[in-house]
Structure formats: structure tokens, C-alpha cells
């Protein structure tokens, strides 16, 4: 077989095996359908806790729920799954808040946090205050 014809079949099955994960939904990010998707999530994962108050952002991709004093959980969608995480300000190398958006860069090797914007300020800054570590946090005047 020539070069040139077996350069156009593996680009063409490339090509083939791209689309086909696109369009059987690959490709797909979850959402939250609500708190209640959330804390259920959650409790897979940690069945023991029991969380409060839940936010969900406002692209519900993500959802921060408060376990008390100093801890929250987070249940984020990667790809078409949800990874949940506890989090104290042990865990957070910095974090930023500026209105309704809460930025967070954790001390996880396998996740390093995000920028999540919530559908107000009252989640954003509830959430920071939970995590608050007088070195860490910036806010925005």
C-alpha cells in the first residue's frame, strides 16, 4: 500500500472514531437537575456525612454543600460523571471571591479546583466564609 492512500485511511479513521464518541455523547458534561441530585450524589461517596445548605452554580455544573464549621463538599461534573470532594482550608492553596464568583485552587493532585459562579453573591459568599483562612482569601471591593 502507498504512503499517501495509508495516511488518508488513518486520518480518516481518526477522524471516524472522533465523531462517533461525539455523537454517542462523549463529549457530554453533566448537570445538577437540583439540591436533591446533589446530596444524593454525595451520600455515594459519603454516606456518613450529612450536609446543610447546598448552592448550586449557575451553569450547575457544580454544587457546594455545607458540613459545618470550617468544611464543605463539592460535587462537580467531569465529562458525564460527578467527583465529590470534602474540603477544609487545609486543602486550599488560594482562593478568590468577587461577587458571585468563588475561584479555588486546591492542594489535590487530581483535581485542582476551578472558578465557579453562582447564580448570586449569598452562595459565593457563604461558601468562602466556610472555607475562610484569613491568609488565603481575596475579595474584590
Known amino acids: ?20 464518541v461525539h455523537f454517542t455523547g462523549g ?7 437540583g439540591a436533591e441530585q ?24 457544580s454544587a457546594f454543600l455545607d458540613l459545618g464549621p470550617r468544611r464543605c463538599a463539592i460535587v462537580h461534573s467531569i465529562g458525564d460523571c460527578f467527583l465529590t470532594r470534602i474540603v477544609t482550608p487545609h486543602d486550599i492553596l488560594a482562593m478568590a471571591r468577587e ?13 485542582k479546583g476551578g472558578r ?10 457563604a461558601m468562602a466564609a466556610a472555607l475562610q483562612n484569613h491568609d488565603q482569601i481575596r475579595e474584590a471591593a
Open 1 to 20: 500500500m502507498s504512503l499517501p492512500v495509508l495516511v488518508v485511511l488513518v486520518v480518516f479513521g481518526i477522524a471516524l472514531s472522533v465523531a462517533a
Open 27 to 33: 463529549t457530554t458534561t453533566a448537570t445538577l437537575a
Open 38 to 61: 446533589a446530596l444524593a450524589r454525595f451520600a455515594e461517596d459519603f454516606p456518613d456525612e450529612k450536609p446543610g445548605n447546598v448552592w448550586l452554580t449557575a451553569d450547575r455544573h
Open 99 to 111: 461577587g458571585n464568583v468563588l475561584s479555588l485552587r486546591l492542594n489535590d493532585f487530581t483535581w
Open 116 to 125: 465557579f459562579t453562582f447564580a448570586d453573591e449569598a452562595g459565593a459568599r
